[in-house]
């Protein structure tokens, strides 16, 4: 009898640890286009607003420490989602 082997874990976790930073700053697109659109109740909103602080602080930071063109595409990348009135 063959035995099966079995698929190991470990490289689903690296990919998963990798990803999540990289889902969090894509994240920001629709919680920007949330802020700026108006389509929320009012108390959501304002909560929205309080919580942007603490939600945006980790890429606060990497848009001040990264390299000029990073920080173009980082910006790039909000303008998309902003409401343009």
């Known amino acids: ?7 190991p ?6 990919v998963m640890l990798l990803m999540l930073p ?8 629709p919680w920007v286009w949330l802020l700026t ?26 848009h001040d420490h990264a390299p000029q063109p990073v920080q173009k595409i980082m910006e790039g990348y909000i303008q998309l989602w902003l409401a343009h009135e």
Not at 9 to 14: G, H, L, R, S
Not at 22 to 29: E, K, Q
Not at 39 to 55: C, G, H, I, M, Q
């Open 9 to 14: 874990v470990w490289p689903w976790i690296a």
């Open 37 to 62: 659109h108006h389509v929320l109740p009012k108390s959501l909103e304002l909560w929205l607003v309080r919580a942007t602080n603490s939600y945006a602080a980790p890429s606060n930071f990497v």
């Open 22 to 29: 990289v889902l969090y700053l894509v994240s920001l697109g």
């Open 1 to 7: 009898m063959s035995e099966q082997r079995k698929n």
